[in-house]
């Protein structure tokens, strides 16, 4: 499954439009994160936690995205866009939403 930012596919026609494809993840951050997380704020340098974290949850909706839209029998997805957001009481849960639109590529 091809995935991309980009509207269209250099050297590739598409040949059909499948639909607009969704992939959410909600991951909430756990007490010790958040604790070693404060530590790095008040002295400085960068959250490995928090890093890993939003990193893992966007992979996760990037595949969700690529897999909902191999249901649809799309070979590709363009003009993707990942959107970060932080929900729950005290910001404690971050949610990303991967969004593009399934395509059949010749």
């Not at 596919?9 to 958040?34: N, P």
């Amino acid at each position: 499954m091809l995935v991309t930012t980009t509207p269209t596919v250099e050297g590739r026609k598409i040949v059909a439009y499948k639909g607009i494809v969704f992939g959410e993840v909600i991951s909430g951050v756990d007490f010790i994160k958040d604790f070693a997380a404060g530590l790095r704020n008040f002295f400085g340098g960068r959250s490995g936690a928090y890093e890993g974290e939003l990193i893992e949850a966007r992979e996760q909706a990037l595949k969700e995205m690529a897999k909902r839209a191999a249901e649809l029998n799309a070979n590709a997805v363009v003009g993707v866009d990942v959107d970060y957001e932080v929900l729950g009481q005290g910001g404690n849960m971050l949610m990303v939403t991967a969004s593009g639109t399934a395509v059949v590529l010749e």
